[in-house]
Every structure is written in structure tokens, then in C-alpha cells.
């Protein structure tokens, strides 16, 4: 757009002013002393005509059409004298021209016009702002208020001009900037702080909306605005029952109101609660708010869709054990809130024969083919959910299953207890031998606030060799990012596990292997459905064989495609040094690929 523009003035100031521009004839200047304008039209334009570079005689054209009420014709005017003298003033005056008449974009055009002559005027630079962003050009307004606050930077006010255009503009990161220099202002409109809370909100940042809120709350009080903008930011941000709770005194006053039905549609969703979603999202759409239903169904996708697809990963050790798993699967999602699942599994297992982990006939592989089914269903804070299915190896055939009960007493804490049972497919050996694991396994997820998470799991598991192990991992980690593209958390890890025997049967069995380590958890959102999560581990680990701690580190990164779309990919990997794996083995790699398609 500039470079048409410097051409535009360019090939002006060739064709008009490089050669001088006629005088405006004397008699049209006589005709209009007079008020005879039809005189002074008639006059002007056959003079005009025979000189087109006249651009002094357009101008007094474009103010007697404005004078007799004719605007386009004052334009048409205007656009004579531009197109004959590159003059800023000239088309400053056919912006304004456009802008009376509604034409924002010619408007806009016409002020970038003038900038290309004056960029540092003050006047040019609010005029292309305000019609920029009528115009939805974010990019240009957003260019103008930073020239702008260059010139003037003590002007705190235009922070929020630029503000609000790079909100627009989907640019979350520049705005809260923006926004947080306005508010230093002792008279910032206390609008600035509901809309610093959802930018933050928008990129992931719900301490900091929240923040933004109680700051709103204790300058102006509560209010409409702010209790709408709260539940929001709850919706968002991970805590759907209290946006609920403070939501359904809004909607008995504003039933339709289709944002609040998004916001509570998004926290049903997070809620898990499928049917009451899918009601909501019905009047969401029956208002008409597009834009809004789109959001909504987004999230539900997301969710609560029903899906089906394959998933294939490969893991590789350094003690030459190699496992592939081929698990196509199917989750279907009623409005009962009951999800019914199925699935099958072929895992093919090979290791080295000398490693101590080929079958007990020394073979070096074998596999396993089970398949399974079974059903969840939420009541009221808890969920419920097991598994039934066969499995089959080269050597047996058993019946498996799982049983799940998770309890989430509010949107901080969850807590779960499962118990599973089927073979131990660790290596060809375990296999071989027949080994059954029977695993009971305890879960606890807690947020004590919006920046800190606390993970802990705890397991025990009994096999059909008499051995029996147990095992915890306690994880605690911080939000110390949240940028429009980028998530940062770090943490610590800390894991330990334990065999009571020490057996040749094809799996690790140490009486207490030990592993702390610094976790940096990096989230990139590349887009809003593209998606990659990086994990970096390190730090010191041993079992009761060593003398003292070794470095063990580890890391993984997952990219995500479709996040919010129908298809949605997952590509994973995974590489583990120095730290002890099921196997005994030192280092491994794993990788593998997700296809999902949701329904």
C-alpha cells in the first residue's frame, strides 16, 4: 500500500507541479463573489478541461459542490486536484471527504496519502488511526498510535488506542503492554482493566486477569461488566464450576445473552458435563451470534468429541529392547455424560538374545493382541470407568481389565484411584514367562492457585512371580511465562520406586531406584491449532547398585496439528540418558504418531 501511494505522488508531481500550475480564472473568481456558483462551475471546469493540472481551480470546484450539498462531486473534484499536485492538505481534505461520506477505505487511502508527505504530522497520524481502525487495518492503526507515542510519550491516553487495536488485531502480547502502560494514568477508564483482564485471559495468563480484576474490584467495585468479565476469565482459565456459580445469577436476568452462554458453554465443556454443553451451545446458535457459536463448538470439539484413529509408537533402549504398539481406538461421548470406549492393541517385543530379556526358549520376540471395552460416567463430582478385554501372547491367553474412579471435589483438586490388571509386557521374557501385573495406582492433581500445580502418583503393583513394587513421582511446578506464543513452567521432579525381590525375569528390580531432577516444561503455540510441548529434565539419580549419584536427564517434545479442528495429528518423541528405564536399560528413545478424527 505505501509503495502505490509514493508512486501515485511521484507520478503527480511529473505530470502537475513540475510544470507549473494556471491561475484560477478570474471570471469564476468574480462568479463566486457573487453567488452565482452555476457561473463559477461553468467556468472552472471548462478551464479544467483544457488545463487538468489545474489543481487550485479543482479546489474551488470541490468547495462550491460542497457548498450546494453535492459531495460526490466534491470528491470527484478533490480526486482532480490530488491527481494534479502531490499536496498533503489536499488529500487530507479528500480523506475527510470520504470519511462524511462513509468511504473508509478510500478515507484511509487518501490519509496515507498525505503521511507519505508528512509522516510526523500529529493530525495525519490520529486521522489514519481512527480510520484505520475503522477499517479493521489493526496493523496500520497500531502503527499510527506508535508514531504517535513516539512524538508524544507523555501522552499515556494514546496507550490505549494502541491498545485496543492490537487486542483487535489478535496481538494479545502488545496490547497487555499497552494496556498496562495506560492504567499508570490516575484517570484511565476503568474499562482498561476489564480489557487488560481477558487479553491476559486470551493468552493464557489467568493470574494475571485475575490480577487485572481485583484491581478493577477495589478501584470501581463490582458490577455488570466486571462479573461478566470474571466468569469469563474462569471459564477460561481452568476454573469452570466457580464460573458456573457466578454465572447463573447473570443469566436470570439475560437467559439469551449469547456471551454469556458461550462463557458458559466453555465451562460446562471444562466441567465435562457433554449434554448441558451441547444445550447451551443450541442457544447460542439460535441467537444468531456466529462468531460466538463457532468459539463454543470449538472447545466441545476439543473436549468432548466422540473420535476414533490409530496410534503406532516405537521404543528403543540400549539394552537392544524394541517395543511397537499398533492401538487403534474409539471413544464415543453421549450427552448422559457416559463415554463409551474400544480399542485394540498389537504390541510386538524384541530384544537381544544374551540380553536376559529374550523368552525363556531363546527366542528373541514375541507379542501380545488384546482388545478391550468399556464405558465412564460422570455423577455429580465423580467419574466412573472400567475396561473389560482379552489378551492373547504366544504363550497364554488371559482375561484383563481396569477399573477407575476419579473424585473432583472442586476446580483445584482431583483425585483418582485405579486398579488394572493384564500381563506384564516389559520385555519378550516377561512375556514369555506368563507374568501378570495387578497395579493399583493413586493420583492427585492439586492448584492451590492460578500459577502453582502440584501432580503426585503413587503405585503398587503386585506380579505372578511373587515380586511386587511400588513406585511415586511428586511434581510441582509454577506458570513463570504466558505470552501469546509462548508457556513457560518450570518444576522440580522428584521419583522413586522399589522391587522387593531381585529376579532374572526380564524387568527392572532394584530395591530403590532414586531420581530428582529440574523440570523446564515450554509450551509454543504456534497457532491456534498448532501446538508443540516441550519437556526438559535433569538432575541426579541412583539405584541400591550405585556408589553415588549420576546425571540423569530426559526429554520429550509432543506437536500437536488441529488442536480445535476435526483431524487432529500428534507426533511425539521422547529421549531418556543415564536414567534407569522398566527395563534396566540406561538410555531409550521412543517416538510415535496419533491420528484422530472427531465427530
Known amino acids: 500500500m505505501k509503495s502505490s501511494v509514493f508512486a501515485f505522488i511521484v507520478l503527480v508531481a511529473l505530470t502537475g507541479t513540475a510544470i507549473g500550475q494556471p491561475v484560477v480564472p478570474a471570471a469564476g473568481l468574480a462568479a463566486e463573489g457573487e453567488g452565482r456558483w452555476a457561473d463559477a462551475l461553468r467556468v472552472y ?9 489545474a489543481a487550485d481551480t479543482w479546489l474551488r470546484i470541490a468547495d462550491i459542490e460542497a457548498r450546494l450539498a453535492e459531495p460526490d462531486r466534491a470528491i470527484a473534484a478533490l480526486q482532480g486536484a490530488a491527481a494534479a499536485r502531490a499536496d498533503a492538505e489536499v488529500f487530507a481534505r479528500l480523506s475527510q471527504a470520504y470519511a462524511a461520506r462513509g468511504y473508509a477505505a478510500s478515507a484511509l487511502h487518501a490519509i496515507k ?3 507519505a508527505l508528512k509522516p510526523h504530522s500529529d493530525d495525519y497520524l490520529r486521522a489514519a488511526g481512527t480510520l484505520a481502525t ?8 497500531a502503527d499510527a498510535y506508535r508514531e504517535l507515542l513516539r512524538a508524544h510519550p507523555q501522552e499515556l491516553a494514546l496507550n490505549l488506542s494502541l491498545a485496543r487495536v492490537n487486542a483487535w488485531a489478535g496481538n494479545s502480547d502488545a496490547a497487555a503492554g499497552a494496556y498496562r502502560e495506560y492504567i499508570k494514568m490516575p484517570d484511565a477508564e476503568p474499562a482498561a482493566w476489564l480489557e487488560l483482564a481477558r487479553v491476559e485471559s486470551w493468552r493464557g495468563n489467568t493470574a494475571g486477569a485475575l490480577a487485572a480484576l481485583d484491581v478493577y474490584r477495589e478501584k470501581f467495585g463490582e458490577g455488570d461488566a466486571y462479573a461478566r468479565e470474571r466468569v469469563a476469565v474462569l471459564a477460561r482459565g481452568g476454573r469452570p464450576r466457580q464460573a458456573l456459580r457466578e454465572l447463573n445469577p447473570l443469566l436470570v436476568s439475560a437467559p439469551q445473552d449469547p456471551s454469556l452462554n458461550t462463557t458458559r458453554t466453555v465451562a460446562l465443556a471444562a ?11 443450541d442457544t447460542v446458535r439460535a441467537a444468531g451470534a456466529q462468531a460466538e457459536s463457532r ?4 472447545v466441545i470439539r476439543s473436549l468432548l468429541a466422540s473420535n476414533a484413529g490409530p496410534a503406532v509408537t516405537v521404543y528403543d533402549d540400549s539394552d537392544g529392547l524394541r517395543t511397537t504398539r499398533v492401538a487403534p481406538k474409539a471413544d464415543i461421548g453421549l450427552r448422559s455424560d457416559t463415554r463409551i470406549h474400544a480399542g485394540y492393541e498389537h504390541v510386538d517385543l524384541q530384544a537381544p538374545i544374551g540380553s536376559g530379556l529374550e523368552t525363556v526358549s531363546g527366542r528373541n520376540g514375541t507379542v501380545l493382541d488384546q482388545a478391550w471395552a468399556g464405558l465412564s460416567q460422570r455423577v455429580h463430582s465423580f467419574w466412573f470407568g472400567g475396561t473389560v478385554g482379552r489378551s492373547r501372547t504366544d504363550f497364554d491367553e488371559l482375561t484383563g481389565y481396569s477399573a477407575l474412579v476419579r473424585f473432583t471435589p472442586a476446580d483445584t483438586l482431583t483425585v483418582g ?9 516389559i520385555s519378550p521374557r516377561t512375556v514369555s514367562l506368563g507374568l501378570t501385573l495387578l497395579s493399583h495406582r493413586a493420583q492427585l492433581d492439586w492448584a492451590p492457585a492460578a500459577r502453582y500445580h502440584l501432580a503426585f502418583e503413587g503405585s503398587y503393583d503386585t506380579l505372578s512371580d511373587a515380586n511386587a513394587r511400588w513406585a511415586f513421582f511428586l511434581s510441582p511446578r509454577a506458570a513463570v511465562l504466558r505470552t501469546q506464543r509462548l508457556n513457560l513452567d518450570l518444576g522440580i521432579l522428584i521419583h522413586q520406586f522399589g522391587v522387593k525381590y531381585n529376579l532374572d525375569h526380564g524387568y527392572y528390580d532394584p530395591h530403590l531406584y532414586e531420581y530428582y531432577s529440574v523440570v523446564a516444561a515450554p509450551y509454543w503455540k504456534a497457532s491456534e491449532n498448532i501446538g508443540i510441548a516441550i519437556s526438559a529434565g535433569a538432575g541426579p539419580q541412583r539405584d541400591d547398585a550405585s556408589r553415588g549419584f549420576t546425571l540423569g536427564m530426559n ?22 540418558n543415564n536414567r534407569r528405564l522398566d527395563s534396566g536399560a540406561f538410555q531409550g528413545t521412543s517416538g510415535g504418531v496419533v491420528l484422530l478424527r472427531r465427530f
Open 417 to 425: 484411584v485405579e486398579r488394572t490388571f493384564g500381563f506384564a509386557a
Open 113 to 115: 496519502g498525505a503521511l
Open 134 to 141: 475503522w477499517t479493521g487495518d489493526y496493523a496500520t492503526a
Open 295 to 298: 468459539t463454543a463448538d470449538s
Open 555 to 576: 526429554s520429550s517434545v509432543e506437536a500437536t496439528f488441529g488442536i480445535y479442528r476435526e483431524w487432529m495429528l500428534k507426533v511425539q518423541g521422547s529421549v531418556t
Open 45 to 53: 471546469r471548462e478551464h479544467v478541461e483544457q488545463n487538468p493540472a
Open 271 to 281: 466441567a465435562r458435563h457433554h449434554g448441558e454443553a451441547l444445550s447451551t451451545l
